[in-house]
T-cell receptor, first 112, second 113 residues
């Protein structure tokens, strides 16, 4: 089956630790995106990549980092610099201009 | 900058009643518009989209939305809702060639028996 996978579904970390969230797609899509979802705030864009080895900051990139070494993979690292990392993180991919984004199932990160 | 406003954070409705979820956007250029649905602790699923052409777009499960350029709106409607339609609904506008989506805050549809 084609789709987007995110792992793990639930992730717990102590404050001060970096953590990496996985996002893999087998849809052969060029563009990939990371969003953060908080209650009552909709989804906010963290980073996006339109092609391998290239990525751009979204609206709330501070405290996050990404890499795009392979077309299929777009991992997100939540660093200790992120002030409020506890949230639901969603990865998405898109084929071309005007096409919809396809979303993964999400990772719920809890930092205590 | 583009923005999307969903005017209602929660919409309670009885089963088999009609519903409208409102969405307004601001943009100075042509846009692509989307409605997504999210069930608890899951990702988003595309419900329907407007790219061009007919201003009325329909989904396979009875939802429809109408693009109104003069009112910059893209309201979602269903003539008769089911319990299974209970979910959060997001309106989004796509930004140019990057395909970035600008989301509204979401509307929780609560269908009561």
């Amino acid at each position: 089956d084609g789709g987007i996978t995110q792992s793990p579904k639930y992730l717990f970390r102590k404050e001060g630790q970096n953590v990496t969230l996985s996002c893999e797609q087998n849809l052969n899509h060029d563009a990939m995106y990371w969003y953060r979802q908080d209650p009552g705030q909709g989804l906010r864009l963290i980073y996006y990549s339109q092609i391998v080895n290239d990525f751009q900051k979204g609206d709330i990139a501070e405290g996050y980092s990404v890499s795009r070494e392979k077309k299929e993979s777009f991992p997100l690292t939540v660093t200790s610099a992120q002030k409020n990392p506890t949230a639901f993180y969603l990865c998405a991919s898109r084929s071309g201009t005007g096409d919809e984004q396809y979303f993964g199932p999400g990772t719920r990160l809890t930092v205590t | 900058a583009q923005s999307v406003t969903q005017l209602d954070s929660q919409v309670p409705v009885f089963e088999e009643a009609p519903v409208e979820l409102r969405c307004n956007y601001s943009s100075s250029v042509s846009v692509y518009l989307f409605w997504y649905v999210q069930y608890p602790n899951q990702g988003l699923q595309l419900l329907l989209k407007y790219l061009s052409g007919s201003t009325l777009v329909k989904s396979i499960n009875g939802f429809e939305a109408e693009f109104n350029k003069s009112q910059t709106s893209f309201h979602l409607r269903k003539p008769s809702v089911h319990i299974s339609d209970t979910a959060e609904y997001f309106c989004a506008v796509s930004e140019g060639n990057t395909g970035k989506l600008i989301f509204g805050q979401g509307t929780t549809l609560q269908v009561k028996p």
